[in-house]
Antibody, heavy 120, light 105 residues
Framework: QVQLQESGPGLVKPSQTLSLTCTVS??????????WTWIRQPAGKGLEWIGR???????TYNPSLTSRFTISMDTSKNQFSLNLNSVTAADTAIYYC????????????WGQGTLVTVSS | DIQMTQSPSSLSASVGDRVTITCRAS??????LAWYQQKPEKAPKSLIY???NLQSGVPSRFSGSGSGTDFTLTISSLQPEDFATYYC?????????FGQGTRLE
């Protein structure tokens, strides 16, 4: 059974960089079959796709968001990460990592989510 | 971006009811459509992929249909644990986009 677990600071000051990590267990992120994905959800609102990373295809980001996001992966730790620089209050949200299955972005497994609050 | 519009935004129903939620895409997406269920304070859970295929472990009272621009999620007999918010998602084209959600109450 694949499991994903987000980790990172719950509170970030404005203008700082947010760094989140998703640790995957029960499967290898080095498998070419999956897209490792970040999604966020502001409180009381809908889901917003941030981007994804694939072991050979690289990264794809949501162009509707700013270019402040960076997704990377560390296959030795079976983790992938999200960096967001110059955060503002508008970045306050629950951040989820998820797995896109079979070379698609159907998100079959999700982490539990981590709440990030941007506040001084 | 492909816009996904769900209707209704909220729906009142009772246990045992047959419930249908509609999702419309702003352009054709074939059957690259998924449905997710989200309960309060929980992560979304995958229900259906490629418009009509049930994810493993999902009860058979859930079904999906449609292709192109118009899709439906149907719950044949609503159970207490089904009261949640449902999202559709297109994954034909980047950026991946979700509907605004339908709250079933």
């Amino acid at each position: 059974q694949v499991q994903l677990q987000e980790s990172g600071p719950g509170l970030v000051k404005p203008s700082q960089t947010l760094s989140l990590t998703c640790t995957v267990s029960g499967g290898s992120i080095n498998s070419g079959s999956y897209y490792w994905t970040w999604i966020r959800q502001p409180a009381g609102k809908g889901l917003e796709w941030i981007g994804r990373i694939h072991t050979s295809e690289g990264t794809t980001y949501n162009p509707s968001l700013t270019s402040r996001f960076t997704i990377s992966m560390d296959t030795s730790k079976n983790q992938f990460s999200l960096n967001l620089n110059s955060v503002t209050a508008a970045d306050t949200a629950i951040y989820y990592c998820a797995r896109g299955r079979d070379g698609t972005s159907f998100l079959d497994y999700w982490g539990q989510g981590t709440l990030v609050t941007v506040s001084s | 971006d492909i816009q996904m519009t769900q209707s209704p935004s909220s729906l009142s129903a009772s246990v045992g009811d047959r419930v249908t939620i509609t999702c419309r895409a702003s352009q054709g997406i074939g059957t690259w459509l998924a449905w997710y269920q989200q309960k309060p304070e929980k992560a979304p859970k995958s229900l259906i992929y490629t418009a009509s295929n049930l994810q493993s472990g999902v009860p058979s009272r859930f079904s999906g249909s449609g292709s192109g621009t118009d899709f439906t999620l149907t719950i044949s007999s609503l159970q207490p644990e089904d009261f949640a918010t449902y999202y559709c998602q297109q994954y034909k084209t980047y950026p991946i986009t979700f509907g605004q959600g339908t709250r079933l109450e």
